[in-house]
């Protein structure tokens, strides 16, 4: 029996059959729970952070990801990658973007995730960002790579009859939490 039937498809219940994404987190390290993560994907999204070290990690990620199935003769899920800690006004992050879109092309999300303090401040508290600072930068780039992922227009916005036009964002984890599929989310906010 496949690692994806023993261990994670328990925990998502009947998810796969009710949505058209279910997004599974998993550690950044290398290690089993991860690897189970990558085994269940059909798409793996890797958040590099700007550096030497988050360039490194993502090649070690990488290669240890075609290592496995080559070793099982099994196609590798497509990779997609968001980058992370970004910020603009540092020349090494422009030319850490620029050689990621390089390499990545298509495959690199608009969306990067800007450096903020709040992203640290939240994790301490057990929390997602989008949770304990909802109007924060970094909340703000969560909210734009949920529609990115979506498959949203950047101009996006909800109409002036919905529910939350107030906050004119749409998040990404209120549609897990509705149960809704993604064309019923959408549908609901065009």
Known sequence: MLKLEKVIRPGIGP???RYDYVIVASPAGLCRSTQIGIDAAHQVVLAVSCGIYGLKGMVAVIDWMAGIYNRFARPMPSIKVVLNNYDERRRFDREFKREILHIFSDDLFQTHIRTSARIIEAAAQGMSVVESS???SAAEDFKWLSREILGMPPGYEPSAG????HEGKIDFEMMLASGQSHDEFRDRWA
């Open 15 to 17: 998810a796969p059959t």
């Open 134 to 136: 909802p109007f924060c």
């Open 162 to 165: 919905s529910d939350r036009s």
